[in-house]
């Protein structure tokens, strides 16, 4: 018997997965995915995940939408409503439709931020505790993240990112618990910087070489984190916090500039989540 309800995470099978348009400076065209590789990568990633309590929901490949394997843009969830993405890019607008489809089919209700502001879902919007932090500017508006306070009655705070390589909030934060996130310093201005540590009791910063091999781009599951291969300053960190950690190599996916938590939408609340 379990005490509490299997945490489930939504994924898509890179199937049509690759560098067919440059969008964010890790992209680069003549820098292709390996197909075999990334399959393979993605499927140690969903054993790691499931292999840590989590139930995994599919959502099904479509071709010409190579970044769709990165659910995590699909939407902010909360509770049974799905606040879905308006893609700041072409190439990925066409994604929009079938999230909304995928939501719809299981259960939940669908709302998108008003025209004409950007918005892309848990990539740029985490709660840690009540409170909803969002990354802005590059990907999505400060409008859309109002908004979103406003339809969902809780504090938000708007962080610029001023690191193009850390183009969405959940490259460079990771809410832990309530209490507790990662977060790499440099990709925040100096407000940004010092809200994050006004707000969040428990801050574990991560240093410039794992940030760029997308530390903060982690998958908690209950005290289980996995991650890219290739951090181990933040694994030691995190163990020294309690936590138990699991790295799996997700080369392939940097090529797009994503990593696990890019891979993943949690459907039932993050851990950091409080929700009212
Ligand atoms: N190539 C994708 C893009 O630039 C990667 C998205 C990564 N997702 C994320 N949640 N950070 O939009």
């Not at 843009?73 to 489809?101: C, M």
């Not at 925040?188 to 940030?211: K, M, Q, W």
Request: charged share 20%; with cysteine.
């Amino acid at each position: 018997m379990m005490d509490h309800p299997q945490p489930r995470i939504l994924m898509c099978p890179p199937d049509y997965f690759g560098i067919e348009y440059e969008i964010n400076p890790w992209m680069h065209k003549e820098i292709n995915a390996d197909y075999t590789t990334a399959r393979q990568q993605w499927r140690d990633l969903k054993a790691l995940l499931e292999s840590v309590g989590a139930a995994i929901e599919l959502m099904d490949p479509v071709p010409g939408l190579p970044d769709l394997v990165f659910t995590a843009n699909a939407a902010l969830i909360w509770k049974d409503r799905a606040y879905l993405s308006r893609f700041r890019h072409g190439p990925r607008q066409g994604e929009t439709p079938v999230n909304d489809a995928w939501f719809q089919a299981n259960a939940f209700e669908t709302r998108l931020p008003p025209e004409p502001w950007n918005f892309e879902g848990a990539g740029d919007a985490l709660y840690c505790g009540e409170t909803l932090f969002g990354g802005y500017i590059v990907r999505s508006d400060a409008h859309a993240l109002q908004w979103l306070g406003k339809d969902l009655h809780c504090r938000v705070i708007p962080l610029q990112l001023v690191d193009e390589r850390y183009y969405h909030l959940d490259t460079c934060f990771c809410p832990l618990s309530p209490t507790e996130a990662l977060y790499y310093p440099a990709a925040f201005d100096a407000y940004g910087r010092s809200a994050i540590e006004n707000a969040v009791p428990t801050l574990i910063p991560v240093g410039d070489d794992e940030a760029t091999r997308f530390a903060c781009n982690a998958v908690v599951v209950g005290k289980h984190v996995v991650m890219n291969s290739g951090c181990p300053q933040l694994e030691a960190d995190l163990q020294a916090h309690g936590y138990q950690t699991h790295a799996t190599p997700l080369d392939e996916f940097l090529k797009s500039g994503g990593s696990a938590k890019c891979l993943t939408l949690r459907l039932d609340g993050e851990e950091g989540a409080v929700w009212k």
